[in-house]
Every structure is written in structure tokens, then in C-alpha cells.
């Protein structure tokens, strides 16, 4: 049987010619694809593949709002931002230092109680748990220092409304949207925790210069953020965002940043994470992925 244009797509996706599966997905989605039409229209809003379009790509969303829930959805919570033709937002987004060493920046309601449900509910069926390589064997095994479940909104799954949000994120961040890797989604239900550890990583050629994390929910019990060095613990109301650095101007990491999520005692502590990189990161425009699903690195605390 031959491969549908779909199946070309992800293929060529999967195999990191970007560009070609743009164009094979801008082909299914004429031939009446929706799947590819959805994807199409991603790429299109966040640029990846080929020019960016905000405008075009808030269109092709409210066609297929349309018939598709979902894209109605993200279509509703796009209409409900204050946003420029490009999709950033009209005014950018002011926090307080809240810590010196390590910078810790606290934004509060950075996201609307309406957008941090959904971030949750688009999140849920993707959720895996967390995992990493056996530098030995080279198999997947449970990470030992966190105890969560997480997915990332890798550019095939980087809708719109997300878009939009991670723009948002970098406005707050002063930093350019392409800087950070994926949007990332966490759950930690009771006893998850994240133990000590730091965002950046000595070597890293791009380093991890900031992190920002999202409070999406609230009703648990524990899962605060501490920075043991600073003697600074946190728990933001949902929508409350941090951001801190992670490495000094060299790009070394900073031994101040190194931080924690503390176990939740009771219900699910919700977050939303992302991380950014000195310089545009890769993948992110050339992602390892598939149109099916992601492939998220690990999350923070």
C-alpha cells in the first residue's frame, strides 16, 4: 500500500527534513487532511519549515474551529489575549525580584486561571512518566531523582493558543521565542517530588541560561520550590510564574540556582515549565519528533 502524504509527513519529520514535511502536510491539508491541516497550521503560526504567518495561521485555526473542538478552543483563548498582529503580547509582562542571588523573578497571574486549565487538560492524555537513559545499557528507566509525569509541546503539537503563551513566556523573559526548548507539562501526584539538582548543565555548548516555571493549579498539599542556598521557598497561586537564572554570563552553571521540588504530601501539584537557552535552540524549529507525538526532555521542579 502507498504512503498517504500524511504518512510522507511524518516520515520526513521523523527524520529531521522539516522543510520537506511542512510541504507534504500544506499538501494533505489541500487534499482535505485534517490531521495534516492542524500540524499545517502549527508550523505556520511558530514558523517552523518555513515562513512564519500569525495572521494566516489564526484564520486556518478558525476554519477548522469550525468542526474540531479543540481548535475552537485554542481559537477562544487566543481571542481572549491582547495580542499584536504577530502574536505577541500588547504590553510585556513586569515581575518582582523576589531573590538576587540566584535571580528569582516572580510574575504573578502571567497566565489566566482559563489558560492554565487547559494547558492541564490538553496536557493529560499525552502525560508519560519520567525517564531517562541508562548511560550503561542505553535503555529508558525511571528517573531517579524525579518522580513525575510529564509531556512536551513539541513543534507538531505546538498549536496557536501555545504559541501565543510561549511568546508571552520570552516577552516576560526578554529573551526571543526560538530560545527555549519545548513547552513542558508536569504532574506530580503525592510523594512526586524533584530532588536537588540544577537546570544547567556544566559543558553545555547552549547553555540553559533561565528557566521559567508556571503554577497551573492549585489544592495540593507540599511540592513547594526551594533554593536551598538562598534559604528562598515558593509556591505561586495558579497562573503565578518564576523566573530564574541558571548561569553566570560565562554560561557556567550557577551553584545558586540549584533548587527543588519538595514531595507533594496530598492531591497533584500541576506545573508548566520552560526552558532557555543562551542562543535560538535547535531543535525546536528542527524538532526529533513525530506528527504523533513528542519527544520531551525532562522537566524542572
Given at each position: 500500500?502507498?504512503?498517504?502524504?500524511?504518512?510522507?509527513?511524518?516520515?520526513?519529520?521523523?527524520?529531521?527534513?522539516?522543510?520537506?514535511?511542512?510541504?507534504?502536510?500544506?499538501?494533505?491539508a489541500?487534499?482535505?487532511?485534517?490531521?495534516a491541516?492542524?500540524?499545517?497550521?502549527?508550523?505556520?503560526?511558530?514558523?517552523?519549515?518555513?515562513?512564519?504567518?500569525?495572521?494566516?495561521?489564526?484564520?486556518?485555526?478558525?476554519?477548522?474551529?469550525r468542526?474540531?473542538?479543540?481548535?475552537?478552543?485554542?481559537?477562544?483563548l487566543?481571542?481572549?489575549?491582547?495580542?499584536?498582529?504577530?502574536?505577541?503580547?500588547?504590553?510585556?509582562?513586569?515581575?518582582?525580584?523576589?531573590?538576587?542571588?540566584?535571580?528569582?523573578?516572580?510574575?504573578?497571574?502571567?497566565?489566566?486561571?482559563?489558560?492554565?486549565?487547559?494547558?492541564?487538560?490538553?496536557?493529560?492524555?499525552m502525560?508519560?512518566?519520567?525517564?531517562v537513559?541508562?548511560?550503561?545499557?542505553?535503555?529508558?528507566?525511571?528517573d531517579?531523582?524525579r518522580?513525575?509525569?510529564?509531556?512536551?509541546?513539541?513543534?507538531?503539537?505546538?498549536?496557536?493558543?501555545?504559541?501565543?503563551?510561549?511568546?508571552?513566556?520570552?516577552?516576560?523573559?526578554?529573551?526571543?521565542?526560538?530560545?527555549?526548548?519545548?513547552?513542558?507539562?508536569?504532574?506530580?501526584?503525592?510523594?512526586?517530588?524533584y530532588r536537588?539538582?540544577?537546570?544547567?548543565?556544566?559543558g553545555?555548548?547552549?547553555?540553559?541560561?533561565?528557566?521559567?516555571?508556571?503554577?497551573?493549579n492549585?489544592?495540593y498539599?507540599?511540592?513547594?520550590?526551594?533554593?536551598p542556598?538562598?534559604?528562598v521557598?515558593?509556591?505561586?497561586?495558579p497562573?503565578?510564574?518564576?523566573?530564574?537564572?541558571n548561569?553566570d554570563?560565562?554560561?557556567?552553571?550557577?551553584?545558586?540556582?540549584?533548587?527543588?521540588?519538595r514531595?507533594?504530601?496530598?492531591?497533584?501539584?500541576?506545573?508548566?515549565?520552560?526552558?532557555i537557552?543562551?542562543?535560538?535552540?535547535?531543535?525546536?524549529?528542527?524538532?526529533?519528533?513525530?506528527?504523533?507525538?513528542p519527544?520531551?526532555?525532562?522537566?524542572?521542579?
Amino acid at each position: 500500500m502507498d504512503a498517504t502524504l500524511f504518512d510522507q509527513a511524518a516520515e520526513a519529520l521523523s527524520g529531521g527534513d522539516v522543510v520537506g514535511a511542512r510541504s507534504l502536510l500544506e499538501r494533505a491539508a489541500a487534499e482535505g487532511e485534517r490531521r495534516a491541516a492542524v500540524i499545517a497550521t502549527n508550523f505556520l503560526a511558530s514558523g517552523v519549515g518555513g515562513p512564519r504567518d500569525w495572521r494566516a495561521a489564526v484564520a486556518r485555526l478558525a476554519v477548522l474551529a469550525r468542526d474540531v473542538p479543540r481548535c475552537a478552543r485554542e481559537l477562544a483563548l487566543i481571542e481572549a489575549m491582547r495580542l499584536t498582529d504577530h502574536g505577541d503580547p500588547v504590553e510585556r509582562p513586569t515581575g518582582e525580584v523576589v531573590c538576587g542571588t540566584p535571580r528569582v523573578t516572580l510574575f504573578r497571574a502571567l497566565l489566566t486561571p482559563a489558560e492554565c486549565r487547559y494547558l492541564a487538560e490538553a496536557a493529560l492524555p499525552m502525560l508519560e512518566p519520567a525517564l531517562v537513559v541508562d548511560p550503561q545499557t542505553g535503555e529508558q528507566r525511571p528517573d531517579p531523582i524525579r518522580t513525575a509525569d510529564s509531556m512536551g509541546f513539541t513543534a507538531p503539537l505546538e498549536n496557536p493558543a501555545v504559541h501565543a503563551l510561549n511568546r508571552r513566556m520570552a516577552a516576560a523573559s526578554g529573551t526571543a521565542p526560538g530560545q527555549a526548548e519545548p513547552l513542558q507539562v508536569l504532574r506530580y501526584r503525592p510523594g512526586g517530588e524533584y530532588r536537588f539538582h540544577h537546570d544547567a548543565l556544566p559543558g553545555l555548548e547552549n547553555q540553559r541560561v533561565m528557566t521559567m516555571l508556571v503554577w497551573l493549579n492549585d489544592g495540593y498539599r507540599g511540592g513547594e520550590t526551594a533554593f536551598p542556598s538562598a534559604k528562598v521557598v515558593m509556591r505561586g497561586a495558579p497562573g503565578d510564574a518564576i523566573l530564574f537564572a541558571n548561569a553566570d554570563a560565562d554560561g557556567r552553571p550557577d551553584p545558586a540556582a540549584g533548587h527543588a521540588g519538595r514531595p507533594v504530601a496530598a492531591g497533584e501539584k500541576w506545573l508548566a515549565s520552560r526552558w532557555i537557552r543562551a542562543r535560538p535552540y535547535s531543535e525546536e524549529r528542527s524538532p526529533a519528533t513525530t506528527v504523533s507525538g513528542p519527544a520531551a526532555p525532562g522537566p524542572a521542579a
